[in-house]
């Protein structure tokens, strides 16, 4: 027995495999969910508007140039006949582009060639290519053939010539100057006049003329494209060597752990208050740039990414504040490449772009750090295609952003913004920063990041090898600084960032110790000697004399003025510190007054007579009403932990899926086709599937392409479905309209229970 004849997309994807149909839901995995009812529900959801972009928009360059051509040429395209639109292409290329867009249902086979479907018509648009209308869509008489196209254009007199040539490659519509006074009509100039008597353009408004399409393609010799981008650009780029390209990626990892603890540990004792609109204040970031010695993009990046990754969140307090969370309590105490690979991995698929903070928006709302509007979804996909492109790349290759960003467009021309320049550079830049990076090329780690399919421990373990080893030691020097020649983590960190502050960054941190770095340290309750002490078991040599001067100096004068509540007391058997305070303009809000030669008062508060004199260089301490010197506790703030929801992502199917799916698709077909012999028999007319109203929707526009009836299931208002033999003509509104037993009838379409065509 001869299989059916193939008519319509329908009846192709019934016939092919159930290989063929896996590929096809692998590749379009929206039209998998919900599970299609039949392949022929299936066949129409893969016909609807939104599944056809979905699909178009997911084509490169090849494919879409490849449609485009296929839409312009005949109603079934074959490969000769592709090659020669595509100007001149290798036939097997055309025939492996026509390939995969049939595996994609984008073109169906019909028994002459490849028909392409309408709905991709519709959505590529009239002008393709440059290309306009065709003659019969246009105002006036038909076009002529081939051959008396080419003898008019050959004839076209200089003028007229140069108009065609503006005109080839579109865009096909151009204005002309219209002629002057009463009574004259057409173009001013001879050239139009010209081209409109012989039939090469059309008139389309008072000044303007259109070049219809079949004169279009002659002037272009056949092909649709001046330059049919068939093949993806070269990604080249001097090569790096590959442990150069890991050991600087390794260090910009160390770096990067080692600034979000930095600035973590700060904002757990002070944090930052959350915008009244959600965000991070502009004077925050600049606090927290001057606090690391980063660039204001370089610490946007680091405070999104401490964002993403869960480290901080919103305290959700009256008074809200971003606040370190418990996980960055359980990421402090991880190896340094698991927790290297928790922000790797937040940040390959975080849908948060960084790059856009202080941009502004549509509205013109300047985007803030931490933010709402730093949600931007088409990152994930653009940073994921540049990171792609460098793992295609050999290894060590360090392309340019120039390089990556044509390719970015070759691969999805339909999905690129405008601004793609600017986020291939961006993305670069944080790969960089992240240490995916080295050297502008792939490291070792970001090939582990882009294989990893979500696994920590294997992106942990490729990382690991190349970040510099923590050090438990540093090099104090006679010049008040210490150098400490790796990572420094734990306590050692921690005691380094109270008592001096870092100088510079590098493979080598140097930190400055300084009268106020030392007095912060006082101010926390240590004494001189306990960070003598410290220094001594952090430090691989002696401690300097300079810096064993410097504390104990320090220490010496700290404390000598004490504060105690009256509202304020303060007491100092300094006498000549007191006059000077006295005589200080800048502490006249104090309303400082001397009751007795030791102690002044005021009626301010302690903790802000405190932070005045400490301003004004002073080393005041708290004391407590019984005279003990009380030293202020900051509690460690955490917030509850609060994920950030991603918008969702149409997860791909596995193989076990696909199959079960493909089955049940069978099934159900078999069954819809017994119910079709069996209604046929018994009632007239073929059964009626139950569709949702996209699904209803796409058939009943295939009916009116096609000027065929449906049978549909409707439901009337109290709820008693009707088979009507229904001939629809147009939908308008979430109606269609059209002719039942001889009446014109307009049906609702949430009303309809499904459609099959007769």
Request: hydrophobic fraction near 45%; aromatic fraction near 4%.
């Amino acid at each position: 027995m001869s299989p059916a004849p193939i008519r319509s997309l329908a009846d192709d994807i019934r016939g092919r495999s159930d290989e063929e149909l896996a590929a096809l839901l692998a590749a379009r995995p929206d039209l998998a969910r919900p599970a299609p009812s039949d392949l022929t529900a299936l066949a129409s959801r893969s016909s609807t508007r939104a599944s056809t972009v979905r699909a178009v928009d997911g084509l490169d360059a090849a494919h879409i140039h490849a449609l485009e051509a296929a839409v312009v040429g005949p109603d079934a395209v074959t490969a000769d006949v592709l090659a020669r639109l595509l100007g001149g292409a290798d036939v097997q290329r055309a025939e492996s582009l026509l390939a995969d867009l049939w595996a994609l249902a984008l073109v169906w086979r019909a028994p002459h060639g490849l028909v392409v479907t309408r709905t991709v018509a519709d959505v590529l648009g009239e002008s393709i290519a440059g290309l306009g209308l065709a003659a019969d869509d246009l105002p006036g008489p038909a076009a002529p053939d081939e051959a008396t196209l080419r003898s008019e254009i050959a004839l076209a007199p200089p003028r007229a010539r140069a108009i065609l040539d503006r005109l080839t490659w579109g865009p096909s519509v151009g204005i002309v100057p219209a002629a002057d006074g009463p009574g004259r009509e057409g173009p001013a100039d001879d050239g139009p006049r010209w081209l409109l008597a012989h039939g090469l353009v059309r008139a389309v408004a008072s000044d303007q003329i259109a070049l219809p399409r079949e004169v279009s393609m002659v002037l272009r010799d056949g092909r649709v494209h001046r330059d049919a981008q068939l093949e993806p650009p070269l990604v080249t780029g001097p090569a790096r060597q590959v442990e150069e390209v890991d050991a600087a990626a390794g260090a910009a990892a160390s770096q990067v752990l080692a600034l979000l603890d930095e600035l973590l540990d700060s904002w757990s004792q002070t944090p930052p208050r959350v915008l009244r609109t959600g965000g991070l204040a502009v004077r925050d970031l600049k606090a927290a740039a001057s606090q690391l010695d980063t660039s204001p993009e370089h610490t946007a990046y680091l405070v999104e990414l401490a964002l993403i990754a869960d480290l901080v969140a919103d305290d959700g307090e009256v008074d809200p504040h971003w606040v370190p969370t418990a996980e960055y309590d359980i990421w402090q105490t991880e190896p340094g490449g698991e927790r290297w690979a928790r922000l790797a991995l937040a940040w390959l698929t975080t849908t948060r772009a960084p790059h856009r903070v202080g941009s502004r928006t549509d509205s013109s709302a300047v985007i803030n750090a931490l933010g709402a509007d730093g949600q931007w979804p088409p990152i994930r996909t653009l940073r994921r295609g540049v990171l792609d492109l460098l793992g295609d790349a050999d290894v060590g290759i360090a392309p340019s952003a120039a390089d990556v960003a044509g390719a970015v467009r070759w691969r999805r021309p339909r999905r690129v913004p405008r601004t793609l320049d600017a986020v291939v550079d961006a993305v670069l830049r944080e790969a960089a920063w992240l240490g995916v990076t080295g050297k502008g090329a792939l490291s070792v780690g970001g090939r582990a990041l882009l294989a990893s399919d979500g696994d920590l421990q294997k992106v942990a373990e490729s990382i690991h090898p190349h970040l510099p080893a923590p050090v438990d030691a540093v090099l104090l020097q006679a010049d008040l600084t210490a150098i400490a020649p790796g990572p420094v983590t734990g306590s050692l960190a921690a005691f380094l960032r109270l008592v001096a502050d870092v100088e510079s960054r590098g493979g080598a941190t140097v930190h400055r110790f300084s009268e106020d770095s030392v007095r912060r340290c006082l101010d926390t309750g240590w004494t001189g000697e306990d960070i003598l002490a410290g220094l001594r078991d952090a430090s691989s040599t002696p401690v300097p004399q300079p810096l064993e001067y410097l504390v104990r100096d320090v220490a010496r004068r700290h404390g000598t003025i004490r504060v105690r509540g009256v509202s304020a007391v303060i007491r100092s058997e300094d006498e000549g510190g007191l006059d000077v305070m006295l005589a200080n303009r800048r502490l006249a809000a104090l309303q400082l007054r001397r009751i007795a030669p030791t102690v002044l008062t005021s009626p301010v508060a302690p903790e802000v007579v405190l932070e005045m004199l400490r301003e004004e260089g002073f080393a005041p301490v708290s004391e407590s009403p019984s005279g003990t010197v009380t030293v202020p506790t900051r509690p460690v703030r955490r917030a509850v932990r609060q994920r950030g929801v991603d918008p969702a992502l149409v997860q791909a199917m596995d193989r076990a899926q696909l199959g079960s799916l493909v089955a049940g698709l069978r099934a159900a077909e078999a069954e819809a086709h017994t119910r079709a012999s069996v209604s046929a028999e018994s009632r007239g007319g073929p059964a009626i599937p139950a569709n949702d109203p996209t699904t209803s929707m796409a058939v009943l526009r295939e009916a009116i392409a096609d000027g065929r009836a449906v049978w549909l299931g409707y439901s009337d208002g109290i709820g008693r479905t009707q088979r009507l033999l229904f001939y629809p003509e147009r939908i308008d509104g979430g109606r269609v309209s059209g002719v039942n037993e001889g009446v014109g009838r307009t049906l609702s379409i949430h009303r309809i229970t499904g459609v099959v065509t007769d």
